[in-house]
T-cell receptor, first 112, second 112 residues
Framework: ETGVTQTPRHLVMGMTNKKSLKCEQH?????MYWYKQSAKKPLELMFV???????ENNSVPSRFSPECPNSSHLFLHLHTLQPEDSALYLC???????????FGQGTRLTVV | KQEVTQIPAALSVPEGENLVLNCSFT??????LQWFRQDPGKGLTSLLL?????REQTSGRLNASLDKSSGRSTLYIAASQPGDSATYLC???????????FGSGTQLTVLP
């Protein structure tokens, strides 16, 4: 138990579907993150939230839409994805943006 | 722009060996450096966090060192075991990037 929980663990979706990934942290942290991990590539930071406010958006396509309703929950809404969006999506949290980061187990997304 | 390099990309050793994983970064103005472990298809587990003012951190059989001026860190694993087999990732938080920058990882296999 890492303190950061992601659901679902696996997701297969068609290019016309709409789905959401969920992340919940029980560590009392103020910062939450979405990362994308594709095969043979370093982790790519997608979004950062500090105190529920989005502070970073690393040129992510609009088909990915984050939502942070409170400091414990983070969502990633997906719509009209492409096959190249298939990857492991990781959520993380930290007390502040520069302190130790803790990761969830990830959601393995396959777009067909 | 901060860049993080990990060498080697893959390493295979017999059980019981002591080994060293390397991490280098281009911008020495970092706040901290973090080592993670990732098992196949899983999330990241934080192993050690070294603050910029520290030279090393130890946890069990793991010892991480930091030489900020030369832009290098090493992760030393003593008496390796098959259960240590995983991908080890290095990440730095720097002021210039204002986010964690990851290396591509070293895939370690410890043979019984």
């Amino acid at each position: 138990e890492t303190g950061v929980t992601q659901t679902p663990r696996h997701l297969v979706m068609g290019m016309t579907n709409k789905k959401s990934l969920k992340c919940e942290q029980h560590l009392g942290h103020n910062a939450m993150y979405w990362y994308k991990q594709s095969a043979k590539k370093p982790l790519e930071l997608m979004f950062v939230y500090n105190f529920k406010e989005q502070t970073e958006n690393n040129s992510v396509p609009s088909r990915f839409s984050p939502e942070c309703p409170n400091s414990s929950h983070l969502f990633l809404h997906l719509h009209t994805l492409q096959p190249e969006d298939s990857a492991l999506y990781l959520c993380a949290s930290s007390q502040d943006s520069y302190t130790e980061a803790f990761f969830g187990q990830g959601t393995r997304l396959t777009v067909v | 722009k901060q860049e993080v390099t990990q060498i080697p990309a893959a390493l295979s050793v017999p059980e019981g060996e002591n080994l060293v994983l390397n991490c280098s970064f281009t911008d020495s103005a970092i706040y901290n450096l973090q080592w993670f472990r990732q098992d196949p298809g899983k999330g990241l587990t934080s192993l050690l966090l070294i603050q910029s003012s520290q030279r090393e951190q130890t946890s069990g059989r793991l010892n991480a060192s930091l030489d900020k001026s030369s832009g290098r860190s090493t992760l030393y694993i003593a008496a390796s075991q098959p259960g240590d087999s995983a991908t080890y990732l290095c990440a730095v938080f720097s002021g210039s990037a204002r986010q964690l920058t990851f290396g591509s990882g070293t895939q370690l296999t410890v043979l019984p």
